[in-house]
T-cell receptor, first 116, second 115 residues
Framework: AQSVTQLGSHVSVSEGALVLLRCNYS??????LFWYVQYPNQGLQLLLK??????LVKGINGFEAEFKKSETSFHLTKPSAHMSDAAEYFC??????????????FGRGTQLTVWP | DTGVSQNPRHKITKRGQNVTFRCDPI?????LYWYRQTLGQGPEFLTY????????KSRLLSDRFSAERPKGSFSTLEIQRTEQGDSAMYLC?????????????FGPGTRLTVL
């Protein structure tokens, strides 16, 4: 069965500092992995996704994530935080390759605070 | 492409009342998902439609919950005899193609408060 663990429900960084949000997954099949961001009173917006191919995935707003199979991790990073990055971030894994369902299994989320 | 829309955005109801939410997916997206998000948690899968067919239901979806997508376009989620534990954000998402790899586009959600 698929599951996601996000380490750290709250992360605080200064503007311009490195952002690192951690995600570990469990999957019985080769995983498809996603990061979504949720701003207050808005729906979830896809930042990036990994399906196959290159393990370093670049997304919107300068974010990237690296799929590490040996560590079952998909951590999200951004070299320099901006005030507008303050939001809640969710890591998710899907049913995986060959599935006809495609439901997402989400972690509990990490609230990112950016200090000026 | 106006995105996924959900109505109402907020609903306050008394315990025991019935409520219905609507989701309008992105046009021509044939896959539609419902999720529920409670405070401090990530979204949890409720049910999935491919066109008008409901193909999967989570165990979270008790007999008081019913979802429809009558013409393969918009969908409704009804909760009968609401309970305080039903208070949550109900999210709808749609996607166009291959289920596991396609991006799911989420609506803004309907926040339900049961008094």
């Amino acid at each position: 069965a698929q599951s996601v663990t996000q380490l750290g429900s709250h992360v605080s960084v200064s503007e311009g500092a490195l952002v690192l949000l951690r995600c570990n997954y469990s999957s019985s099949v080769p995983p498809y992995l996603f990061w979504y961001v949720q701003y207050p009173n808005q729906g979830l917006q896809l930042l990036l996704k990994y399906t196959t191919g290159a393990t370093l995935v670049k997304g919107i707003n300068g974010f990237e994530a690296e799929f590490k199979k040996s560590e079952t991790s998909f951590h999200l990073t951004k070299p320099s935080a901006h005030m507008s990055d303050a939001a809640e971030y969710f890591c998710a894994v899907s049913d995986g390759r060959g599935s006809t369902l495609g439901r997402l299994y989400f972690g509990r989320g990490t609230q990112l605070t950016v200090w000026p | 492409d106006t995105g996924v829309s959900q109505n109402p955005r907020h609903k306050i109801t008394k315990r025991g009342q019935n409520v219905t939410f609507r989701c309008d997916p992105i046009s021509e997206h044939n896959r539609l998902y419902w999720y529920r998000q409670t405070l401090g948690q990530g979204p949890e899968f409720l049910t999935y439609f491919q066109n008008e067919a409901q193909l999967e239901k989570s165990r979270l979806l008790s007999d008081r919950f019913s979802a429809e997508r009558p013409k393969g376009s918009f969908s409704t989620l009804e909760i009968q005899r609401t309970e305080q534990g039903d208070s949550a954000m109900y999210l709808c998402a749609s996607s166009p193609g291959q289920p596991s790899t396609d991006t799911q586009y989420f609506g803004p959600g309907t926040r339900l408060t049961v008094l």
